[in-house]
């Protein structure tokens, strides 16, 4: 039974900040534009006044902007990524970019990749507003003794905006994204170097299949 659409998850501190400034930005720009003036619901239950009167064509088009900037404030990212079925093709075909890229993809050598790709697209749900519950791996135990080096994390990122880009994600909706992502940086990087293509360490345990 689906859940119904949340709100992302808290993942770091300042998150709530930066929720309270998305809710704080919508109501900055319903009240700058409202029309209901008299707190009844009622529209335009003034006379547009002279200046308003000659300018009907960019009144109309003031407000279609202004509904707008709303909706695209009110819909979480999991739906203007296109949801369930988009986050899946993304995290499929980053996949296969990482596969293919020799900086990251020893890395890999021993992972169940059926659970791979279902816990990435739980967690991407999960953290973009989508109604999934990511019951994998917190990203410090999935990722202890792979030796994740800082230029092996940076050609990670690359391989995502590049996917990102190749399914045509707006600017917007990739900086959030990637907002989301980045705090979890200090619980991947275990070496501070800008070395790539290391290879996976025997100390590291895989997660069992699903
Ligand atoms: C934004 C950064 C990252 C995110 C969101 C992320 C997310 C995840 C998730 C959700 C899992 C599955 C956990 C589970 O099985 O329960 C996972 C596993 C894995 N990640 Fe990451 N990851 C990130 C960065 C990296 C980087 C930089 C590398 C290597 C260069 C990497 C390599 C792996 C590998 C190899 C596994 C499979 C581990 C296993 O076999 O058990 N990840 N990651």
């Not at 308003?52 to 407000?63: I, K």
Request: glycine share 6%; with cysteine.
């Amino acid at each position: 039974m689906p859940k119904p659409l949340q709100r992302r998850r808290p993942q770091a501190p300042g998150d709530d900040a930066r929720l309270d400034l998305t809710e704080l930005t919508l109501r900055t720009v319903r009240n700058s534009h409202s029309d209901d003036v008299d707190g009844l619901g009622r529209r335009d239950a003034e006379p547009l006044g002279e200046e308003a009167a000659g300018r009907p064509v960019e009144l109309a088009r003031d407000r279609l902007q202004r509904e707008r900037e709303v909706e695209a404030l009110e819909r979480s990212l999991y739906e203007r990524l296109g949801g369930i079925e988009a986050i899946t093709a993304v995290a499929r075909a980053f996949e296969d970019r990482a596969a293919k890229d020799d900086r990251i993809n020893q890395k890999f050598a021993r992972t169940n990749l059926d659970r791979l790709t279902k816990e990435f697209v739980d967690q991407l749900c999960q953290d973009t507003g989508g109604p999934c519950t990511y019951m994998g791996l917190n990203m410090r135990q999935a990722h202890t003794n792979m030796g994740v080096t800082s230029g092996e994390w940076d050609a990670f990122i690359e391989d995502l905006v590049a996917t990102l880009n190749d399914f045509n994600v707006g600017k917007a909706e990739q900086d959030e994204l990637l907002d989301n992502v980045r705090p979890m940086r200090a619980e991947i990087v275990e070496v501070d170097s800008p070395q790539v293509g290391t290879p996976l360490p025997s100390a590291f345990t895989p997660a069992p299949p699903l």
